[in-house]
Nanobody, 120 residues
Framework: QVQLVESGGGLVQAGGSLRLSCAAS????????MGWYRQASGKQRELVAT???????NYADSVKGRSTISRDNAKNTVYLQMNSLEPEDTGVYYC??????????????WGQGTQVTVSS
């Protein structure tokens, strides 16, 4: 129903920047949440940032002030601009989309993940 295609991951030095992109296709509901999660080796997946279709954002404390999430609803694309990257930001970043239907269901979709590695 929904496919998420990510790009922009890579290897950067501490203090550098990356911009991740995720394009969604398929059955995208009018009300939805798109965002980014990450998972470091040996750790649980954690929220990085999310944004609703109406523009409400939510950031993890660890990235607040350093990262900016944005989206282009016409393109069903979400971006994550990450600045002042730290080694602790290293992990696999997953794009996420949650469709919000009128019955209260929230089917969730995930991208394949893209590796972000920040060297010290």
């Amino acid at each position: 129903q929904v496919q998420l295609v990510e790009s922009g991951g890579g290897l950067v030095q501490a203090g550098g920047s990356l911009r991740l992109s995720c394009a969604a296709s398929g059955s995208i509901f009018s009300f939805n949440v798109m965002g980014w999660y990450r998972q470091a080796s040996g750790k649980q997946r954690e929220l990085v940032a999310t944004m609703t279709n109406s523009g409400t954002t939510n950031y993890a404390d660890s990235v607040k002030g350093r990262s900016t999430i944005s989206r282009d609803n016409a393109k069903n694309t979400v971006y994550l601009q990450m600045n002042s990257l730290e080694p602790e930001d290293t992990g696999v970043y997953y794009c996420n989309l949650v469709n919000l239907d009128r019955f209260g269901a929230s089917p969730t979709y995930w991208g394949q993940g893209t590796q972000v590695t920040v060297s010290s």
